[in-house]
């Protein structure tokens, strides 16, 4: 099933983020436009109806068994798979969980059983990759910081891409506007596309 969604969505021009079955026969299908570097582009409701029509023929004629179809945009916690994910959301705030923990490794500076982190990805001086963050509590709305408070120092964790058993977008959500420039995770999640299939 795998192959045919994946040659399905690719056939539209779209990317393939993400594939779910869940009980109850659901089918959940996460799309992205392609990634084109200093373009903002989000699916649409649209493009989630476009490829749900698409993958409801296809899934028909190779007679494979669903109850519903959910096709959808990323949202706001997109899961990032490959170095083209890594590369695209450089820069942004991100929620990683280390396959094995830090043990020795960690010197000290975090706890040896530690997995998750959260904090601004970067290239690694290395070439690799890294996150950033402070371990300083963030100011509460209206709290005054202190400038001659030295800020917590910065820390950093550098990691390869097969040292993770998940990345994601962190969920921060700003009321106040999305940031110029930034890279987007293609949407809210708001655009999905529910359809009840009827394989015969």
Known sequence: MQDIVAQTVTGLGYDLVEIERSAGGLLRVTIDLPWQPGVEQF????DCEKVTRQLQFALEVEELDYRRLEVSSPGIDRPLR???DFERFAGEVVDITLKAPMGAAAGGQVAANRKKFRGRLERAPSGGWQIVWSDEPAAKPGQKVSRKKA???LQALGFALDELKEARLAPIVDFKGRKAGAAGASGDGAAAID???EPE
């Open 151 to 153: 800020p917590a120092p």
């Open 195 to 197: 359809q009840v299939g």
């Open 43 to 46: 699916v649409n409701v649209e």
């Open 82 to 84: 490959g170095e083209r």
